[in-house]
T-cell receptor, first 111, second 117 residues
Framework: KNEVEQSPQNLTAQEGEFITINCSYS?????LHWLQQHPGGGIVSLFM???GKKKHGRLIATINIQEKHSSLHITASHPRDSAVYIC?????????????FGKGTLLTVNP | DVKVTQSSRYLVKRTGEKVFLECVQD?????MFWYRQDPGLGLRLIYF???????EKGDIPEGYSVSREKKERFSLILESASTNQTSMYLC????????????????FGPGTRLTVT
């Protein structure tokens, strides 16, 4: 069983919809990362958080440490948001570098 | 802006060939990583380096080696390429922190799609 589980695996939405992607993990963590990968390969970091909530433009990331759960929300979705969204965690107490990755959520936003 | 570049976007090699994948970062990051990404498996760490000439095995190091002779450059070597090494290879870099509780953002290169025939 993967230590990091994402849901859903695939998500199709209409432009303008509010989108939620979920990430659950089974280990104690010191930080959780949300990453975005567009077709063609390049990965960019969206958020790194260890508590509470962060917002950047139309993207919001929340984390509940007690429940070992994080969500990534996209408001007013747009076709350019179509990408794979990846959750990754850094185990607390471990090496400061290693991340454990979820398998990703493929989001398609139709115009 | 941090920039991580990889030597090739696409590469086709024959079984048994020695393959070099190069990665260069321009932000003086201590940490550099090599991952492979396969459908349904996500990102898996092959090797990691936290300093020049220093390396640590990741989750799937078999069939690979690495070299870090300069801080900005991290090379992945496939000594004898096999078809099961056909994959997307991604390099990343990050700062290094002294405490186990610290996590730093990783900056990724564009990836190299390697096909071994």
């Amino acid at each position: 069983k993967n230590e990091v589980e994402q849901s859903p695996q695939n998500l199709t939405a209409q432009e303008g919809e509010f989108i939620t992607i979920n990430c659950s993990y089974s280990v104690g963590i010191s930080a959780l990362h949300w990453l975005q990968q567009h077709p063609g390969g390049g990965i960019v970091s969206l958020f790194m958080l260890s508590s509470g909530k962060k917002k950047h433009g139309r993207l919001i990331a929340t984390i509940n440490i007690q429940e070992k759960h994080s969500s990534l929300h996209i408001t007013a979705s747009h076709p350019r948001d179509s990408a794979v969204y990846i959750c990754a965690v850094k185990n607390s107490g471990g090496s400061n570098y290693k991340l454990t990755f979820g398998k990703g959520t493929l989001l398609t936003v139709n115009p | 802006d941090v920039k991580v570049t990889q030597s090739s976007r696409y590469l086709v090699k024959r079984t048994g060939e020695k393959v070099f994948l190069e990665c260069v970062q321009d932000m003086d990051h201590e940490n550099m990583f090599w991952y492979r990404q396969d459908p349904g498996l996500g990102l898996r760490l092959i090797y990691f380096s936290y300093d020049v000439k220093m390396k640590e095995k990741g989750d799937i190091p078999e069939g690979y080696s690495v070299s870090r002779e300069k801080k900005e450059r991290f090379s992945l070597i496939l000594e004898s390429a096999s078809t099961n090494q056909t994959s997307m290879y991604l390099c990343a870099s990050s700062l290094w922190g002294p405490a186990a509780l610290i996590s730093y953002e990783q900056y990724f290169g564009p990836g190299t799609r390697l096909t071994v025939t």
